[in-house]
């Protein structure tokens, strides 16, 4: 009994200095974070922009934020990503999310690029689905899967993140080029799994949680403003759609490779009139029985569902703005400060934005308020 009172002293001692270590990274990534919030990052709220009656459109005068907003004391950070493939984009828990940020944060105390953090964090959505698992297969253990027997240490080594991330990047900066190539051909390198492509399609959603983590103004290279990780819970609304809004959320996050019909927009065949049209079909409809995103708007704030001038939309909601048209503009929110809009990079496509970029950005919108996700007359099948 008294041998086995010492191994289970023991076990709670090597599991408090765990929690302790991993709390200390954690602390060191979110006290970073905070530390470089202002009002035009990833990290806090958008200030609201004018009062929201009428909009100036692209060549209007100069937009400014009339909200405080505080200087960043570093420079925003660019996370490389060359994503190849389809790619996987879930949603990740507040667990898996602070896993990615004591694999990103080990990479900056060991003044790695973001770079390596992207490959360690897909490796570890591949591996573990960044989940610190007891065990796997065979004697595989741990964030990254990795295997005692194959020397990564011991079990209670590579189930500890700070030490199994640190190993991971003892054997990535070893691998040639792995600054620079493919992000699966180095992963595959340091990991030798049996499934060698498996980790592309991890790219794109591990640079989300890289840049959400980083500590600075991080912004991936492929979408120019912050990605985020995991969306805040869509929002409760009072009304009732063919589809609920975060699956109205999913719908908007893999439209970006659709093209809609423009014959779906306006009798006219243009773009200009879409954006009513593609919130609409986002929540299972085929048109949203609104003339134009400012007649929908006009009947929202008479059926009491909209929030003029309120920066605090929930996932789900509609963003409503006024520009130099009689139409105006309408937005989805996903939350994270992300918007999915139409045309703002492409015509005729969808593309996934920070809602800044429509304020700030060449269309030079106002914002009018938020409303929540109601259709008056609309009907039809959705093509997304």
Same mark, same amino acid.
């Given at each position: 009994?008294?041998?086995?009172?010492? /191994?289970?002293?023991?076990?709670?001692?090597?599991?408090?200095?765990?929690?302790?270590? /991993?709390? @200390?990274?954690?602390?060191?990534?979110?006290?970073?974070?905070?530390?470089?919030?202002?009002?035009?990052? *990833?990290?806090?709220?958008?200030?609201?922009?004018?009062?929201?009656?009428?909009?100036? =459109?692209?060549?209007?005068?100069?937009?400014?934020?009339?909200?405080?907003?505080?200087?960043?004391?570093?420079?925003?950070? $660019?996370?490389?990503?060359?994503?190849?493939?389809?790619?996987?984009?879930?949603?990740?828990?507040?667990?898996?999310?602070?896993?990615?940020?004591?694999?990103?944060? !080990?990479?900056?105390?060991?003044?790695?690029?973001?770079?390596?953090a992207v490959i360690a964090v897909a490796t570890s959505m591949q591996e573990s689905t960044l989940d610190n698992l007891n065990g796997g297969d065979r004697d595989s253990a741990g964030l990254f899967q990795q295997r005692p027997s194959q020397g990564w240490g011991s079990l209670a080594e590579v189930?500890?993140?700070? #030490?199994?991330?640190?190993?991971? %990047?003892?054997?990535?900066?070893?691998?040639?080029?792995?600054?620079?190539?493919? @992000?699966?051909?180095v992963a595959q390198r340091v990991q030798r799994s049996g499934y060698p492509e498996a980790y592309a399609k991890w790219e794109t959603s591990a640079g989300a949680l890289v840049a959400k983590a980083w500590g600075a103004e991080a912004v991936t290279s492929t979408t120019g403003g912050c990605t985020?990780?995991?969306?805040?819970?869509?929002?409760?609304?009072?009304?009732?759609?063919?589809?609920?809004?975060?699956?109205? $959320?999913?719908?908007?996050?893999?439209?970006?490779?659709?093209?809609?019909?423009?014959?779906? *927009?306006?009798?006219?065949?243009?773009?200009?009139? *879409? *954006?009513?049209?593609?919130?609409?079909?986002? %929540?299972?409809?085929?048109?949203?029985?609104?003339?134009?995103?400012?007649? #929908?708007?006009?009947?929202?704030?008479?059926?009491?569902?909209? #929030?003029?001038?309120?920066?605090?939309?929930?996932?789900?909601?509609?963003?409503? %703005?006024?520009?130099?048209?009689?139409?105006? #503009?309408?937005?989805?929110?996903?939350?994270?400060?992300?918007?999915?809009?139409?045309? !703002?990079?492409?015509?005729?496509?969808?593309?996934? $934005?920070?809602?800044?970029?429509?304020?700030?950005?060449?269309?030079?919108?106002? %914002?009018?308020?938020?409303?929540?996700?109601?259709?008056?007359?609309? =009907?039809?099948?959705?093509? /997304?």
């Amino acid at each position: 009994m008294a041998v086995l009172r010492r /191994i289970a002293l023991a076990g709670a001692v090597m599991l408090l200095a765990l929690v302790m270590l /991993i709390g @200390l990274a954690l602390q060191a990534v979110f006290s970073d974070s905070e530390s470089v919030a202002n009002a035009q990052t *990833c990290d806090a709220p958008l200030q609201p922009v004018g009062n929201g009656a009428e909009g100036t =459109g692209s060549q209007g005068p100069e937009i400014r934020f009339e909200g405080a907003t505080k200087s960043s004391t570093t420079k925003r950070v $660019i996370v490389p990503l060359h994503p190849e493939g389809p790619q996987e984009n879930p949603s990740w828990s507040e667990a898996r999310e602070r896993n990615a940020s004591v694999i990103t944060n !080990v990479a900056r105390t060991r003044n790695l690029s973001p770079r390596a953090a992207v490959i360690a964090v897909a490796t570890s959505m591949q591996e573990s689905t960044l989940d610190n698992l007891n065990g796997g297969d065979r004697d595989s253990a741990g964030l990254f899967q990795q295997r005692p027997s194959q020397g990564w240490g011991s079990l209670a080594e590579v189930t500890d993140p700070v #030490h199994a991330s640190n190993t991971f %990047y003892d054997r990535l900066t070893k691998v040639s080029n792995w600054q620079t190539d493919p @992000l699966t051909k180095v992963a595959q390198r340091v990991q030798r799994s049996g499934y060698p492509e498996a980790y592309a399609k991890w790219e794109t959603s591990a640079g989300a949680l890289v840049a959400k983590a980083w500590g600075a103004e991080a912004v991936t290279s492929t979408t120019g403003g912050c990605t985020g990780g995991t969306d805040a819970p869509a929002g409760k609304f009072s009304v009732k759609n063919p589809r609920t809004p975060q699956q109205a $959320i999913q719908a908007a996050r893999k439209a970006p490779n659709i093209a809609l019909p423009l014959s779906t *927009c306006n009798a006219e065949g243009t773009w200009r009139r *879409c *954006c009513d049209n593609f919130v609409a079909q986002a %929540y299972g409809y085929g048109n949203s029985g609104s003339v134009t995103a400012n007649a #929908h708007w006009d009947r929202l704030v008479s059926a009491g569902l909209a #929030h003029a001038g309120s920066n605090t939309p929930p996932p789900g909601a509609l963003l409503f %703005y006024a520009t130099n048209d009689a139409a105006g #503009h309408v937005a989805l929110y996903l939350g994270n400060d992300l918007v999915a809009s139409n045309d !703002v990079k492409r015509n005729g496509y969808i593309d996934i $934005i920070p809602r800044k970029e429509l304020t700030d950005g060449s269309w030079r919108l106002r %914002y009018r308020g938020w409303a929540e996700p109601s259709f008056p007359s609309a =009907g039809g099948t959705p093509s /997304i």
